[in-house]
């Protein structure tokens, strides 16, 4: 069956950041290049550069690699002729390597081809010959709409490329790593935050937890040491590599050493799930980190918990969580509502033109993945949910908010505005690498979609892009599930009495977070909407 799920990497400054860490500064875009995936686009349009042109598109037989202004062969034709073909199989599917013997010019025309038929806005493609020096790599970062929003944004911020092994690990819930996911400020002094760490792994094990500054590593401050270094130190691309941190927990005046050993790890997608007692009843908490198939049955465990535990509300934490396969996504909003997705639409695609219209996508009831592949999910049968979020909640997450909302359960957002994706890809693996072009919108059961500046915590619900609830920064200084947690803390105070927290609370503590700066740190398959073969 196909899927899409939506994300996402995508970026709070808004500056056409396609990669893993969109808000590095420009000056590092070619620094983490391939093992970090990490693409900073800074020219992406077409034009001027000579190699455009004209003409009337349409599509013309072929394999030879001549190209005509405005006339495209069928991607299939070019597929998989790699300049540099694969030998044997892939060490995470074991599936075989397609690659043929081909050329980085036939590599470019699939590309070229390949994003004519299925862009969502192909219209506004420059036409660039790929007979040039162009890596296939860099040619694909300027196959992209360089039109704005009414607002001044790009229409497109989510272009982007990694390569394929990369993508195939997160699909399979792998992950290299100590288990740190962090808060980083580029600029000069850099600062580096724990914003939590994986259950069970190298990080927890030293008891790094969320807050935590990183203040020097192998014995350099991180403010001089050369940047390469640190960021190899910080996402080794490999199992087995060994450094020491000099870490400042939360809250402690000194500093100590630990020696971390990266590992292949589980993606721990839900961290927590709890039952909160607050004033006479009980509330479910779950914090969760990503849509991947793994996703489902770690969902299906912590339902069941909470049902046992007779839960009568549910704050679902998706403040770091960036998207991923809308089958999740779908998944996901039935084990809130249950019943009350009976015969509803979970979100309907809108695709280019040319490519033909979907069926609109109902709430999954069943299992698709792992071990309750074909049997029912369980549910809360919830009528409301309440919802933290931050800039980094994208994509699939936000496809949540927006279908759940189509339906009529009531969602409350508690943080602050999400990142605003409402596009999603079709992967594309070829010759190594996988590209993510923008192929369709997702809108829900009312029609909306439009929530390209993101969803905004507000006093009232205008159906569209405000969502009653509240904005409240998130702060280091608690650790995620506490009641007292601001954000999570807003929220169960909204449900109990209907009101936020006053404007001088927000206040004091918008004031205890103002030291920290910097962006989380997301791959970009955790930005996405990804429509499944």
Known sequence: MNESSCPATKPATKARALSLFALLPKQFSTLFAFCASVLLLSSCGGGGDGDGGGGTPGFI????????????????NFENYCEKPRVG????????????????TQEKNFLRSWSYETYLWFEDLPDINPDNSDTPQNY?????????????????????YEPTESE????AGISYGYGLHLKINWDVPRTIQVVYADSNSPAANNNIKRGAKIIAVDGLNISTMNANALFDALYPPQINAVHEFEIQDAGANNTRKVILESASLPTEAVSIAKAIDHNGSKVGYIQFNTFIPDAQDQWVTAINS???????????????????YISIAAQVGY???????NNKVFYQDVANSKMPKESPWGFVVVGLYGLNKSLNLPTLNLQRVYVLATEGTCSASELVINSLRGIGVSVYLIGDTTCGKPYGFLPQPNCGTTYYTIQFKAVNAKGYGEYSDGFIPSTTDNGMDRVKGCSVADNLAYQLGDSNEPLLAAALQLRATGACPTASTRGQQKMSVDAEQGELMLPPTRRLMILER
């Open 140 to 160: 694909f970062r300027r196959l992209v709409s360089d039109k704005k929003t009414p607002s001044g944004s790009y229409k497109d911020n989510f272009h982007f």
């Open 61 to 76: 037989s072929g394999g030879n690699n001549s190209w005509q202004a405005g006339v495209y062969k069928p991607s299939g």
């Open 335 to 341: 084990m809130i509502a249950g019943a009350n997705t």
């Open 89 to 104: 199989a892939s060490k995470i599917t074991g599936i075989p390597f397609p690659d043929r013997k081909g050329n980085a």
């Open 306 to 324: 909470l049902k046992n535990a007779g839960v009568s509300d549910l704050v679902v934490d998706m403040r770091y969580n960036g998207g991923g």
């Open 168 to 171: 195939e690990a997160w699909s």
